[in-house]
């Protein structure tokens, strides 16, 4: 067990619809990516936050958003769903930004477009 | 452009013999490696990691070796256990202020044979 959580772990949807996803780093650690794993594109970064503050992107679609509450936690909002966002999509938490140092991955989320 | 690539999709070892999994990469600016290990329907776990003011880190039964010159790491898991059947991840970053995203190569699916 990481200590990384995410919720929910399947998440089944039509296209068109919106979905948020959301993740409860490990305990004191104050950065929060988010990452996708699809068949054809494996896993891929797509935003980091630090303390609530956005701090690199990725390749993130302009129909995905997210952001980091003042308790840590992070939602990834996923809008007009298309066919190919199905896809993993994973968290993932550091102690901090700016030094060499680990990630620590959540279970994932499943989503399924139809 | 894939700046990190495992070009071995899948290895097969037996019980107790030495599994060699490869990594190449492109960016001369990735400072910092890691290997992840992850089980389907599960997030990576991070197994090692290594500087790249290193070239060699050992952990138990996993040892990572990092060749900056050819731009090469591999990790050695001796000796090899049916446990350690997943698909490995090698993944890089480059240590700055803004954020270390992760850049993940496509993965190797390693079985373990009794």
């Known amino acids: 067990d990481s200590g990384v959580t995410q919720t929910p772990k399947h998440l089944i949807t039509a296209t068109g619809q919106r979905v948020t996803l959301r993740c409860s780093p490990r305990?004191?650690?104050?950065?929060v990516y988010w990452y996708q794993q699809s068949l054809d594109q494996g896993l891929q970064f797509l935003i980091q936050?630090?303390?609530?503050?956005?701090?690199a992107k990725g390749n993130i679609l302009e129909r995905f958003s997210a952001q980091q509450f003042p308790d840590l936690h992070s939602e990834l909002n996923l809008s007009s769903l298309e066919l190919g966002d199905s896809a993993l999509y994973f968290c993932?938490?550091?102690?901090?930004?700016?030094?060499?140092?680990?990630?620590?991955f959540g279970p994932g989320t499943r989503l399924l477009v139809l | 452009d894939q700046q990190v690539k495992q070009n071995s999709p899948s290895l097969s070892v037996q019980e107790g013999r030495i599994s060699i999994l490869n990594c190449d990469y492109t960016n001369s600016m990735f400072d910092y490696f890691l290997w992840y290990k992850k089980y389907p329907a599960e997030g990576p776990t991070f197994l090692i990691s290594?500087?790249?003011?290193?070239d060699k880190n050992e952990d138990g039964r996993f040892t990572v070796f990092l060749n900056k010159s050819a731009k090469h790491l591999s990790l050695h898991i001796v000796p090899s256990q049916p446990g350690d059947s997943a698909v490995y991840f090698c993944?890089?970053?480059?240590?700055?202020?803004?954020?270390?995203?992760?850049?993940f190569g496509g993965g190797t699916r390693v079985l373990v044979k009794p």
């Open positions: 290594i500087s790249s003011i290193k």
């Open positions: 936050y630090y303390n609530g503050e956005e701090r």
């Open positions: 993932a938490s550091s102690v901090a930004s700016g030094i060499q140092e680990t990630q620590y």
């Open positions: 993944a890089a970053s480059v240590r700055k202020a803004a954020g270390n995203k992760l850049t």
């Open positions: 305990s004191g650690d104050l950065s």
